[in-house]
């Protein structure tokens, strides 16, 4: 049968694992086309160290019936940039669908230490990893993008708008990283939306990626063990959640309504009606707002 997204190509910049590699697989099992990339290939590995690779994700993509293709790519280079998108035009002659979900900066932002204390390279590692990147694969992709009607570009965040404008995220770079992605989103939705295009931010809630499964000491079949550990971990969400999001807003006709916003998950899953793998509708930003609230003691079973 013939998937929504059937015809159309997609880029997902930062495919390797976690919130990338859902994006990419929901999109294929829409039955696009997706282009996945990142720095963790079966030939080598980046500095995270993981075994999880482009072309495990490709693989995925093509399994839940899409066509998945990988092209390992560094999006701080911009000539790689440049013959990933000359690829796909001479392959594909369109790009529908841009996901900007380069990250990579886990390992670099420490929690506890204000800037003067921080590891300045690491610092600006992260800012480069989490910003740079996005303006180079934008820079060079979007004029394939707008080739055709209807494009949609998907900055990929930490924290909405509404929840980060009024609250500091773990460090100064951390913060500024994901302040500057949801100006990103702002930006291009001013420049996207009168040339037919839309653009916009969207963050996961608690999101079980493979690192914070590795974190808790659990898997995806028994993550609920880790509820001992930590009770909110009750909230949280695979990453085919967010995936899932990202292919209804790339088959709504009228997705243009959402230029410049910035969504979630969660708030998507209401508008929407997908749901998690597991049949729950898991709202962790919501949850986290009412857990500020000091007259409120939510149950987090209660935002699934």
Do not use: C
């Amino acid at each position: 049968m013939a998937g929504p997204l059937d015809g159309k190509v997609a880029l997902v910049a930062g495919a390797t694992r976690g919130a990338g590699r859902g994006i990419a697989v929901e999109l294929g099992a829409a039955g696009a086309t997706v282009y996945v990339t990142g720095r963790s290939t079966r030939a080598r590995r980046s500095e995270y160290d993981r075994p999880e690779t482009i072309e495990d994700t490709a693989d995925l993509v093509t399994a839940a019936g899409g066509r998945g293709v990988a092209v390992p790519t560094d999006h701080l280079v911009p000539d790689q940039v440049r013959e990933l998108v000359a690829r796909i035009d001479g392959e594909e002659g369109r790009l529908d669908v841009l996901v900007n979900d380069v990250w990579g900066g886990e390992k670099l932002f420490a929690w506890d230490k204000p800037i003067w204390e921080h590891d300045l390279d690491d610092g600006l590692r992260i800012l480069r990893l989490g910003v740079e990147t996005h303006a180079i694969t934008s820079h060079f992709a979007l004029p394939l993008l707008l080739r055709s009607p209807g494009g949609l570009v998907v900055e990929m965040n930490d924290g909405t708008d509404d929840y980060n404008r009024t609250r500091y995220r773990a460090s100064f770079f951390y913060d500024l990283a994901k302040a500057s992605v949801l100006r990103m989103a702002f930006s291009l939705a001013h420049e996207l939306g009168p040339r037919g295009a839309t653009a916009l931010a969207l963050t996961p809630g608690w999101m079980r990626s493979e690192m914070m499964l590795d974190h808790y000491g659990v898997t995806e079949a028994n993550w609920r063990d880790a509820l001992v550990r930590e009770p909110d971990f009750a909230v949280s969400e695979t990453p085919a959640y967010v995936g899932r999001a990202v292919a209804a807003l790339a088959a709504d006709p009228s997705v243009s309504r959402w230029n410049g916003a910035s969504l979630s998950s969660g708030a998507l899953a209401r508008e929407y009606g997908f749901t998690d793998v597991d049949g729950s509708s898991p709202d962790a930003w919501r949850f986290l707002l009412d857990k500020e609230n000091p007259d409120l003691r939510p149950d987090p079973e209660l935002y699934r």
